[in-house]
């Protein structure tokens, strides 16, 4: 039986399994959407990855905004914040990368490595007009699949100009630019383009982008995007072929560094998606602070609980 690592990236959008050899080469892996279920979404993914596999796992990592859910529920081993994920697996596929342009779901990131350390770093999630679910929709709009977006994107002669600081103007532009008679390559062309302004005037306003970039997230599926961003930068991008499960990639070699160093896996196997997990809060009076404390229960048992600004609820 192969023995493998496996790394779990929980977000609002999509929760995406990984699981790597020693050689950190990807063995499997697994996209689904989250549907505003983590915990569904958990258990599912494990089900899915326990049918499809024979692998032996000796350790788990964690990542996303559900990480410590996931962790809870898992048994991980390490749990750590999409930027350090992000930036171990970029860091894995491209040694030497030195920017990580990271467009997700419902929020995007950038990350600025110099000598495969993490110097510097921003994220969006307030504007909609920098994410995929934007592209979703407009794609949605125009009665076009979002997988055949950036084809038709790279056929355009003469792309317009399409206002994308908001996704409000960027709609009802694109809307007026259809009204004035624009072929739909021309529209969409433009439509990647304001997407890829508005990113690095917001998120990588004020930084150093130098090469090697990597560009990775669901959107770097996007042909047309990626070429926005050539075109703007003047650098080659590099979409690595796991682009949409990095996140997860990078968690399983945190997991398989975590494990080696400690010499065992918390990893509670496969049957924890079995149980029934339920998530409950209550709101802690002992001081002004009012913390808001979240319970995670398996079954009728409290497993674990966050949310304390002090130690007083640590203890489960």
Known sequence: ??????????????????????????????????????????????MRIKDSIDIEILGVGTTGSARNLAGVIVGADITKNEITAHAVAA????????????IGGQDSKI???????????????????????FLDQQASRLNISIHEFGKIALKANNPVRIAGRCSVFAESDMIHKQQLGHNLEDIIAGLCQALVRNYLNNVGK??????????QGGVAANKGIKESFESELGLKVIVPEYHDVMGAIGSAVLAYEAVKEKGKSNFKGFDT??????????????????CEIINIHQ???????????CPK????
């Open 313 to 316: 609820w640590e203890a489960v």
């Open 91 to 102: 860091s894995t596929v491209v040694p030497e990368v030195q920017t990580v342009l990271e």
């Open 273 to 290: 998606s079995d149980f029934n997990y339920h998530v409950s809060s209550f709101e802690c009076e002992g001081c002004p602070n009012h």
């Open 1 to 46: 039986m192969k023995e493998g690592y496996m790394g779990i990236d929980v977000g609002s959008v999509s929760t995406n399994i990984a699981i790597i050899d020693q050689d950190r080469k990807v063995l499997e892996k697994l996209y689904i959407r989250t549907e505003g279920q983590p915990i569904r979404a958990i258990q599912e993914g494990l």
């Open 299 to 309: 079954e009728d048992e409290v497993i674990a609980r966050w949310g304390s600004k």
């Open 111 to 133: 990350i600025i490595l110099r000598d495969g350390v993490v110097v510097d770093f921003a994220m969006n999630t307030v504007c909609a007009a920098g994410t995929g679910s």
């Open 206 to 215: 004020g930084k150093e982008i130098l090469g090697p970039v990597v560009f």
